[in-house]
T-cell receptor, first 115, second 112 residues
Framework: GAVVSQHPSWVICKSGTSVKIECRSL??????MFWYRQFPKQSLMLMAT?????????EQGVEKDKFLINHASLTLSTLTVTSAHPEDSSFYIC???????????FGPGTRLLVL | LAKTTQPISMDSYEGQEVNITCSHN???????ITWYQQFPSQGPRFIIQ???TKVTNEVASLFIPADRKSSTLSLPRVSLSDTAVYYC?????????????FGSGTRLSIRP
């Protein structure tokens, strides 16, 4: 199957700082990427959907000014958590799909811990 | 958006066949059914996908009845390493990619 990577795999930051997470499709062009958040023992919660070259569509309750998403190329999307706070600590996962792909492929996830 | 319903948890033993059924009563015409496996602190891993009837790959089979309102993931001869959470999802793919909403998933525990 197609491969999606995320970087970093884990990050610890101080409260008030910003953190950028990268999501890359390694062997296909991702026309659409999705960002999810997962808290311990819970299911994945969709945060936003991004299409290459256009603004992301955020789910209800997700602050677009706090979670900045950029999908500038067909292989890269970034999620920036601005002014992070301890309650933003979570497991962030991206997925990607392309025109030629028949499914969404998920990245390995990024563990964020805000102190 | 199609909503899915699956058992919260299941237990089985090594070597057994495990069948996990998912209900998706309001599945749309262009929706595919996809199953993912997730281990702790990892992203979901694609298992199998289908639109109708039966699909089989090297790790699982997927059975979809004619009305497509449910589907069953079949894992043959499970091992301890199959202990994970399994998610059933429905949604458009490729050029019809649509957001998919994760349900609670099924926590499968395999015992020796």
């Amino acid at each position: 199957g197609a491969v999606v990577s995320q970087h970093p795999s884990w990050v610890i930051c101080k409260s008030g700082t910003s953190v950028k997470i990268e999501c890359r499709s390694l062997d296909f062009q991702a026309t659409t990427m999705f960002w999810y958040r997962q808290f311990p023992k819970q299911s994945l919660m969709l945060m936003a959907t991004s299409n290459e070259g256009s603004k992301a569509t955020y789910e209800q309750g997700v602050e677009k000014d706090k979670f900045l998403i950029n999908h500038a190329s067909l292989t890269l999307s970034t999620l920036t958590v601005t002014s992070a706070h301890p309650e933003d600590s979570s497991f962030y996962i991206c997925s990607a799909t392309g025109l030629a792909e028949e499914t969404q492929y998920f990245g390995p996830g990024t563990r964020l811990l805000v102190l | 958006l199609a909503k899915t319903t699956q058992p919260i948890s299941m237990d089985s033993y090594e070597g057994q066949e495990v069948n996990i059924t998912c209900s998706h009563n309001n599945i749309a015409t262009n929706d595919y059914i996809t199953w993912y496996q997730q281990f702790p602190s990892q992203g979901p891993r694609f298992i199998i996908q289908g639109y109708k009837t039966k699909v089989t790959n090297e790790v699982a089979s997927l059975f979809i009845p004619a009305d497509r309102k449910s589907s069953t993931l079949s894992l043959p001869r499970v091992s301890l390493s199959d202990t994970a959470v399994y998610y059933c999802l429905v949604g458009g793919v490729g050029s019809s990619a649509s957001k998919i909403i994760f349900g609670s998933g099924t926590r499968l525990s395999i015992r020796p």
